[in-house]
């Protein structure tokens, strides 16, 4: 006869993980497994704090085992998270677990707005987060973030980045006249993104979202070539003009190799119409993340250093951020863990 550990672990291996589609046995999900008095305990481990399932578990577990292991009567889940780390950034020592680059093929569509506020709600769901403005030339994230004055101070030979709801921000914007243009030919441009991954000092981040200048030039193309990033999001407005230069952009990131993560529909709602974003994703067969309504208080969030997602999380736009952050959680995991695979069979083959 088995113990009733092996007994347990047996019936949780029929539940899967519905984004990674294999069993949460399998994935090493479960962890510190001990039966007490009828109780079973565990920690149930999570590719991303920024998990929308902990119901589903909660409820697919129970089915699996109350009931079909005898003389167990409760399950005590206690949560845990650990982002799955892209190995290849691992070996270049870059202390991220994954890069995300925010882009558009069109100004204005709101990437910046889009990456502050899915940043400060990947953090405040408790995962450690870098802002990166790789806007050099037109920096806006210091005014986002409310720390427009913010001057980085330095530990040994690296700048500390700027911390803002519960960020960790850095940009030119700290580190210039804010009144006087700046100007930069091409290389310069490319040392000072790779400084920004170099020459400061992260600590251990989980997820490096990066805030990139609009169009295909140079910025993404050397952020691509610079780093390997997990993937880039894509954001677009409504309209046709904004949806026909998001697909130059996302040609762009196939081409450089990137993963798309998916597309954004900002500023969707009456005025600039609806539904371009998600037909764009569907003709390209890429996924659609999420609609974030036209709203004036979203950009005197921005205005103001006061990001939605923080200040009024029950706006529309506040769920609607919260939700697309989580919506991208789950696709980093599922896009890192599925290179880690490929990563294996390559090795093996
Ligand atoms: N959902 C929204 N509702 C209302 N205003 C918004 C929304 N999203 C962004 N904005 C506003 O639109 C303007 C442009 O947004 P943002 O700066 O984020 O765009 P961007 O794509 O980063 O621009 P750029 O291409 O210049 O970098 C800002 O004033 C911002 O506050
Ligand atoms: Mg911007």
């Known amino acids: 006869m088995t113990n009733i550990t092996d007994q347990i672990m047996q019936q949780l291996s029929t539940v899967i993980e519905p ?9 090493n999900m479960v962890r510190n497994l001990r039966v007490e008095d009828g109780v079973v ?5 999570l590719t991303t704090p920024a998990c929308p399932l902990k119901d589903v578990f909660k409820v697919r577990i129970n089915e699996a085992v109350i009931g079909k292991v005898p003389g167990i009567t409760k399950i005590n ?15 270049l020592d870059v202390p991220m677990r994954s890069i995300i680059a925010v882009a558009s093929g069109k100004g204005g569509v709101g990437k910046s707005t889009v990456a502050v506020n899915v940043a400060v709600a ?40 700027i911390e803002a709801y519960g ?5 030119t914007g700290f580190l210039i006249d804010p009144n ?10 490319h040392s000072a993104i790779r400084q920004f991954f170099t020459d400061v000092d992260w600590g251990e981040i989980d997820y490096m979202v990066v805030d990139l200048p609009p169009g295909t030039g140079d910025a993404p193309l050397s952020l691509a070539q610079s780093f390997p990033l997990t993937g880039a999001i ?7 003009v904004a949806v026909q230069d998001a697909l130059r952009s996302i040609n762009m990131f196939e081409q450089l190799n990137v993963p798309i993560i998916g597309v954004v529909e900002n500023m969707a709602g009456d005025f600039f119409g609806s539904g371009g974003g998600e037909q764009l994703a569907t003709k390209l067969d890429v996924p659609f993340l999420g609609r974030v309504p036209l709203d004036a208080e979203v950009r005197k969030g921005g205005d103001y250093g006061r990001p939605i997602v923080a200040t009024d999380p ?13 919506v991208i959680a789950a696709r980093v995991s599922v896009i890192t863990l599925q290179s880690a695979d490929a990563i294996e069979m390559n090795v093996v083959g």
């Open 19 to 27: 984004e990674l589609h294999r069993d949460i046995v399998t994935l």
């Open 180 to 189: 006087k243009a700046m100007v930069m030919r091409g290389p310069m441009l």
């Open 77 to 91: 889940i206690e949560w845990d998270s650990e982002v799955p780390a892209d190995g290849r950034l691992g070996r």
């Open 167 to 171: 960020l960790k921000v850095i940009s």
């Open 314 to 326: 029950d706006s529309e736009a506040g769920k609607a951020f919260h939700a697309l952050s989580q």
């Open 41 to 45: 305990h565990f920690t149930l481990m």
């Open 122 to 161: 990947l953090a405040e769901a408790g995962a450690r987060v870098g802002l990166m403005d790789a806007d050099i030339l037109n920096p806006n994230l210091p005014t986002m973030t409310g720390v427009g004055n913010g001057r980085p101070g330095v530990n040994g030979t690296k700048m500390l980045p």
């Open 234 to 240: 894509i954001v677009t407005q409504p309209q046709d």
